[in-house]
Nanobody, 124 residues
Framework: QVQLVESGGGLVQAGGSLTLSCVAS????????TGWFRQAPGKEREFVAA????????NYAASVSGRFTVSRDNAKNTVYLQMNSLKPEDTATYYC?????????????????WGQGTQVTVSS
């Protein structure tokens, strides 16, 4: 089992920035890709970004490309999501997820492990 814990959420004004962290523990995290997803009230969970194990390959949803940056520090078993130029429509609970196959998938069901989420609220 891999346990994932997100942190770094909070309340920020539009145009502001936040950095989310996802720390993994448990069995080895080696080779896993990690994705970030978000879910706003009344909406389905959606893909935000993903990063491969090496950190050199990334994928972003069109809605966040150019504003969000995903990175990782494997020595710390941590994946980050730097969010800049935040908009009210970015308000959601953000989840990280790990895929043991190392695929940068946008599909929720390809991920094996999920964190509990961290709330991000962007005020206008």
């Amino acid at each position: 089992q891999v346990q994932l814990v997100e942190s770094g959420g909070g309340l920020v004004q539009a145009g502001g920035s936040l950095t989310l962290s996802c720390v993994a523990s448990g069995r080895t995290f080696n080779g896993y890709s990690t994705g970030w997803f978000r879910q706003a009230p009344g909406k389905e969970r959606e893909f935000v970004a993903a990063i491969g194990w090496s950190g050199t390959v990334t994928n972003y949803a069109a809605s966040v490309s150019g504003r969000f940056t995903v990175s990782r520090d494997n020595a710390k078993n941590t994946v980050y999501l730097q969010m800049n130029s935040l908009k009210p429509e970015d308000t959601a609970t953000y989840y990280c997820a790990a895929d043991s196959d190392g695929v940068l998938s946008v599909a929720l069901d390809t991920y094996d492990y999920w964190g509990q989420g961290t709330q991000v609220t962007v005020s206008s």
